[in-house]
């Protein structure tokens, strides 16, 4: 073995493998260089199923074992005597090898029941797309349709001998241990893609809280630089505002060299302005180079004495086989204890600045980040493609254009200026197909066209021509819909989620105009109603009425611009 300070490597069968000595029960992990990120978003929740799969001859064991599958690495971990870890791996093994296509069925159902309980976040969807890092934000729609060639393919390619890592933390390494698995070779990590033109950016959703996603160097600078934030944030909007109830932030590693940068705070309706605008204020002053020092410290030295723990090489022992098989070898204890402690609040100061310059900012429907220096993340395309064009039944405007490369929702918005969405057959990384004749075509840029031939009056040639130019790996099929009748109304927009509308100058002005109508009016008819007492009762009613009446007419207009530039 070749001591790395508190972990050792060696291998088992071929296979590195990463040592913590430890008294008590041993534990054991198996992880692999594949994950969500490596799917497509049409076959979506195959490695997921395979690790279900690997599982089930475990049954209900004594001891405690589990599966995860993250964005690029899937873990086997056990924990128990040394007869139960071999048993273990050694059963996972043969499963990967020989997976139960019996269960098939079974585990699909188990993993429908899992997703439905999943909140899916959105942040991963607005900055990688369709693909890659931005899958987690989707569904699994590839399980239903996976068969047992695909899941066995899936298998032989990814989980094998050349693609894994293998930790132990106990006594030693248990005597006998073998891990027989397919040859293969080690996996890079998947592509990191993007949706976003520019950053910082924001964008706007339905839910009440204000979150940031930010793509930093993965350095001792970042790990405290979470930490910072994270308290700055609780002192802002928790002890002193008042605003949120749950402040956090948190530092995740890609193992590509970059971390992701994580924070919420949460905020009640009424609370979304002040929360939104002191959340900015806070990373405002960090990138100004305004860090405490008290928070630097207590950050440290948590951190410090965390990596002081006893248990603190076993605790690190998942995440370095992920390292390892990202190519980067175990980082010696006393090695990051000193990088921790070299961390000044200008090594933090950089850190913030780096995190401004990829800033991805979620905000609550409604509201906007572009006074602050963000700038709206696309839902339209920069161009539509030609082909054969369907005007809605509606008579709105809008349109589907069925060209030869792909598929444009266009139209014109509200302020007259030209508006497209476009997914081409090429960077078509998803189509939703429905009995009914329905398509949404999902490009991996995450935009979304609609295609329902009762609504535009698409003939059957069209639809058949726009079917055969789809990428056949890319189809999903769904089950029957309810059949709704055509209702004239402007399709639905075309990102998902959708972006608020934006108000344009001439509503604007018209917000302007009938809003201070309806209050010199509602000024008119309260003084009236204050001075009944100069008035017959008869004559007072029907002045009030009058009054009343037109300050209503007035400010509905007002309330109408709102309420549809508010929609989100």
Known sequence: MNPQADILLTDVDGIPTLFAHTAGPMRAGLVFRVGVADETLARTGVTHLVEHLALHRQGLAAHDYNGTTKDAFTHFYTEG???QILAYLDGVCASLADLPMERLATEKEILRTEESRRDRPQLPLWRYGAQGYGLPSYPEWGVPVLGPDDVGHWARTWF?????VLWVAGERIPAGLSLKLPPGERRPLPAVTSALPSTPAYFSDGRGGVLLDAVVADTAAARVYAGVLERALTRALRQEGGYSYTTAADHTSRRDGHAVIAAFADALPDRQ??????????????QAGRVDGGDLEAVRGRADSALAAPDAAVRRLAGAAEDLLAGRPPVPLEQQRAELRAVTDQHVHAVALEAAGTALLQVPAGHSADWAGYTAAPTTSPYAVTGRRFTARDNSGWALVIGADGVSFV?????????AATVLHRACAAVLTWPDGGRRLIG????VVDVEPDRYGIDASAMAALDAALPPAAVVPQPPRERRPFTPEQPAHIHTPQAPRRRTAGQTVSLVIWSVLALLLAFVALSVTVARSEFGTGEWVVMLGILWGITALCAWPAIRILRDTRRG
């Open 81 to 83: 005597d040394e007869s």
């Open 160 to 164: 094998t001998q050349g693609n894994a």
């Open 273 to 286: 302005d002040a929360v939104l605008g002191g959340f900015v204020d806070v990373l405002a002053a960090l």
């Open 411 to 419: 139209g014109r918005e509200a302020d007259g200026t030209e508006s």
């Open 444 to 447: 991996t840029d995450g935009l």
